[in-house]
């Protein structure tokens, strides 16, 4: 709308037309121009001037607000004046609005790809469930959005998961690249979990809903998104700081081009205009603009990878760590662990089923394995009572009578002997009763990913709660600085703020025990399979099951902030460029405009250019 009545005055300078050299003619013309800068602009300068932090929108109005008045001045003076200056006022307010519009276009492009939770589901799935006047299972079709914990779903071959759910009857090949971002199907069996979003690439399932709506995965994806991009990285402050200053400074370098150039004989027409132009060409909004489009492009890079990352923040940190810490357990190895070896003091006492409906209480990824690869040892329901987890040591409950304690060798009662070497232990009244070894694999692509943060300068540090042989073993070949073995949970915060001291340190974990030390950090790194308790104190969160992506979230980091520090550089180049030339009459206030938008360009096209780096 504002170009619209500006057309009229680009136009006359090409070929005049009729009447329009007449005061009240431009004056009327550009009204609407002008109304609609001083409510977009003028309103957003006056709050941001009685907050004490002016922003670009004071240089506009400025600029704006002083043609106004100068081609009021000339109307009111003596003699008749053929030309004023609405047109540049109503230019520079549409071309300050073009390259808003630029740049709201540009940002919602490095925006993550993802517009609501519904944009990944189906719009309809097909529910199961047993109708008591036929005595017959039916199936009905709803829609997604209707579904509720615990119902029975029916996903056949190339549809769309609706909500998060365990898998109950059936196999098939699963499609989750638009939320762990693993390029490969992944095979779902039994009791197995499925993810809102993903796709039934061959085969069929019946589910059980487990999380719908904003509690799915993929529902916290989103949350996490937006406040990803809600928050700044301490660089963005900095440059925040630096543009509350940049605009006092730019109004005092206006008023003294003004002065300047009358002094050297300037005449107070184009004295004026070259202040205003000097106004109108030091906006700093690409300095506003260099971290947002940059964090947004890093943002969008990583959810593409199976990267979460819950502040922008974060980003600059990761970018900037001296140190790595990482748990053992399901983070360096597979944590999908099988029993090697078992003892048992007495072969007729259900110990196996006492041991895997205890782990059923307990979200440790040894607890979890047993479950889920000893389902033999569940021969008959039992009831457990009293059932308590002691974060770090192991599990407690009470059982016909007697009081059974199940976890590492740190878990032994006070009058216990040595104990036989093994990994878990049993004890009944605190007496050993059965106990085993277990074995576990380290993940894929583990040593390329650790060799990556070796070459990087980063030290490495490997801490866990197990025993020094196991922690040993799975170090072998990795280039750890340091290994700490049997290591308690509030341990290992203790030893995260001991090497803070060097530097900052990032710990990657999985587990509730790792919760302190990952809160501790200065950055958190979660794990997809992780417990909710970990997930909630990361800062980023891999999607995926191996430590791959580790590496790839470094360098969408420093590939952000080096995109970020470039995009200062080129904002700040441009205003120390630009002032003087403005400033000595080589650019007219209209010109100035259109060189303000185009440094927006500049800064959107460097951080859109991000895109494309090699991760």
């Keep these: 709308m504002s170009a619209l009545f500006t057309l009229p005055f680009w136009v006359n300078m090409f070929s005049p037309l009729p009447y329009f050299h007449l005061f009240w003619v431009q004056f009327l013309c550009a009204l609407p121009a002008l109304v609609i800068g001083f409510l977009y602009f003028g309103k957003s300068a006056v709050l941001s001037i009685r907050d004490k932090a002016p922003n670009m929108d004071v240089l506009v109005s400025l600029g704006s607000l002083s043609a106004v008045v100068y081609s009021f001045a000339l109307a009111l003076s003596a003699g008749h004046h053929h030309h004023f200056y609405f047109e540049t006022a109503a230019t520079i307010i549409s071309l300050v609005l073009l390259g808003n519009l630029i740049e709201a276009r540009a940002l919602s492009k490095t925006s993550i790809q993802m517009l609501s939770t519904a944009s990944l589901l189906p719009i309809k799935t097909t529910r199961i469930f047993y109708d008591l006047e036929t005595q017959a299972q039916v199936s ?26 365990i898998v109950l009857e059936g196999e098939a090949e699963i499609n989750q690249a638009s939320i762990t971002g693993e390029s490969a199907p992944v ?30 995965l993929a529902g916290q994806m989103f949350s996490w998104i937006k406040s990803a991009q809600a928050s700044k990285p301490e660089i963005q402050k900095v440059g925040d700081k ?33 202040a205003i132009a000097v106004l109108v060409v030091s906006c700093p909004c690409a300095m506003g603009l260099a971290t947002p489009t940059a964090v947004s492009v890093g943002l969008g890079m990583a959810a593409k990878k199976g990267i979460l990352v819950k502040g922008g923040g974060a980003l600059e940190k ?27 003091a007495e072969a007729n006492k259900d110990y196996k089923g006492l041991i895997w409906h205890l782990e059923n209480h307990s979200t440790h990824p040894i607890a979890q394995s047993i479950v889920k690869n000893h389902r033999e040892w569940n021969t008959k329901p039992l009831v457990l009572e009293n059932i308590k987890e002691v974060k770090g040591y192991g599990l407690q409950c009470s059982f016909m009578g007697s009081e059974f304690k199940l976890g590492a060798a740190r878990f032994a009662p006070n009058n216990m002997p040595n104990l036989p070497d093994a990994d878990i232990y049993l004890w009944e009244n605190n007496e050993l009763k059965a106990y085993f070894s277990i074995k576990d694999q380290p993940v894929e692509g583990l040593k390329e990913s650790l060799d ?8 490495l540090f490997l801490v866990s709660g197990d025993n020094q042989s196991k922690v040993e073993n799975a170090a072998k070949g990795l280039p750890f600085a340091e290994q700490h073995a049997n290591v ?32 501790a950090a200065n950055v958190a790194i979660g794990l997809g399979h992780g417990s909710d308790l970990a997930k909630q104190q990361a800062d980023f969160i891999l999607l995926g099951k191996n430590l791959d992506m580790l590496p790839i979230a470094h360098k969408i980091s420093k590939i ?27 650019l007219n206030p209209m010109w100035a405009a259109m060189f303000m938008a185009m440094s927006d360009v500049v800064v959107i096209g460097n951080s859109l250019r991000l895109r494309f780096k090699h991760i």
């Design 140 to 165: 009905e079709e709803v829609f997604a959005k209707d579904l509720r914990l615990g119902d029975t779903l029916l996903l056949q071959e190339g549809s769309k998961v609706p909500a998060d759910a």
């Design 187 to 216: 095979f779902k069996k039994q009791l197995d979990e499925v993810f809102a979003g993903s796709i039934v690439e061959s085969g069929n399932l019946k589910v059980k809903v487990s999380k719908t709506g904003s509690q799915t």
């Design 242 to 274: 630096v543009s509350g200053i940049f605009v006092q400074v730019v109004v005092s370098l206006a008023v003294l081009t003004f002065f300047v150039n009358l002094f050297f004989g300037i005449s107070v027409n184009d004295a004026l205009l070259r």
């Design 318 to 344: 990761f970018a900037n760590i001296k140190m790595l810490a990482l748990d053992k357990t399901g983070t360096i190895t597979s944590g999908d662990f099988l029993v090697d070896t078992f003892w048992e």
């Design 452 to 459: 990556y943060f070796f070459h990087q300068g980063i030290s």
């Design 488 to 519: 308690l949970p509030n341990q290992k915060m203790e030893l995260l703020q001991k090497w803070q001291k060097q530097g900052s340190v990032a710990m990657t974990g999985d587990g509730i025990n790792d919760a302190p030390a990952l809160a």
């Design 560 to 586: 952000t902030l080096g995109g970020i520090k470039q995009n200062l550089f080129w904002a700040l180049a441009y205003n120390v460029v630009a002032i003087p030339v403005a400033a000595l009459g080589f």
